[in-house]
């Protein structure tokens, strides 16, 4: 069964790795869709986005990664996948999954799970490791080293949440 793992991954966190690492284990096969939430302006351009995460699951069996445009439900039908999966970490993340997961499920036909954050990463996000970056601070608990060499390049890394 291929599950799709959509998200901006402005950077991907150990947090995102786990959530995709657990849904190999449940569905065989994941691609990532690293899309863009419209309106809003991103850190790291997208197709190095597909890059470092390609990197970063290169030891993970059964996983691919995609730039996304367009609507997750087409990129859905066109990759062969039937499920969404989507890590949550707070009440907050499942307000704004559930509504997500119904329009997909209204316009695609396609299921989404939600796994919950383990605890481990339940509280990480992108957008605190962006603001650690910012302030010059060490990110190395929270992404894989080429991540955060990556954000170090990066002259201001205040871009969008996530
Ligand atoms: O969780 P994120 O990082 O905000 O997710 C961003 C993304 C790109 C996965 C999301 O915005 C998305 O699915 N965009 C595609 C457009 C779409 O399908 N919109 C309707 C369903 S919400």
Redesign the pocket.
């Given at each position: 069964m291929i599950a799709v793992c959509?998200?901006?991954?402005?950077p991907v966190t150990y947090g995102h790795l786990d959530v995709i690492e657990r849904a190999t284990r449940l569905f065989g096969e994941v691609v990532v869709?690293?899309?863009?939430?419209?309106g809003?302006q991103y850190l790291i351009a997208r197709d190095e986005r597909v890059g470092l995460i390609a990197r970063a699951t290169a030891g993970m069996p059964g996983v691919g990664v995609q730039a996304?445009t367009?609507?997750?439900?087409?990129?859905c039908r066109r990759v062969g996948a039937t499920i969404i999966v989507?890590g949550v970490r707070f009440a907050s993340d499942f307000d704004?999954?559930l509504?997500?997961a119904h329009?997909?499920g209204a316009?695609g036909g396609v299921e989404t799970v939600l796994l919950p954050a383990s605890r481990e990463w339940g509280t990480i996000s992108?957008t605190f490791v962006r603001d650690v970056a910012r302030h010059g601070g060490d990110v190395s608990a929270f992404v894989p080293a080429e991540v955060a060499a990556a954000l170090r390049r990066k002259p201001d890394p205040g871009g969008a949440?996530?």
């Amino acid at each position: 069964m291929i599950a799709v793992c959509p998200g901006s991954f402005d950077p991907v966190t150990y947090g995102h790795l786990d959530v995709i690492e657990r849904a190999t284990r449940l569905f065989g096969e994941v691609v990532v869709a690293v899309g863009d939430n419209h309106g809003k302006q991103y850190l790291i351009a997208r197709d190095e986005r597909v890059g470092l995460i390609a990197r970063a699951t290169a030891g993970m069996p059964g996983v691919g990664v995609q730039a996304m445009t367009g609507l997750l439900a087409d990129f859905c039908r066109r990759v062969g996948a039937t499920i969404i999966v989507k890590g949550v970490r707070f009440a907050s993340d499942f307000d704004y999954e559930l509504q997500m997961a119904h329009v997909n499920g209204a316009i695609g036909g396609v299921e989404t799970v939600l796994l919950p954050a383990s605890r481990e990463w339940g509280t990480i996000s992108s957008t605190f490791v962006r603001d650690v970056a910012r302030h010059g601070g060490d990110v190395s608990a929270f992404v894989p080293a080429e991540v955060a060499a990556a954000l170090r390049r990066k002259p201001d890394p205040g871009g969008a949440d996530g």
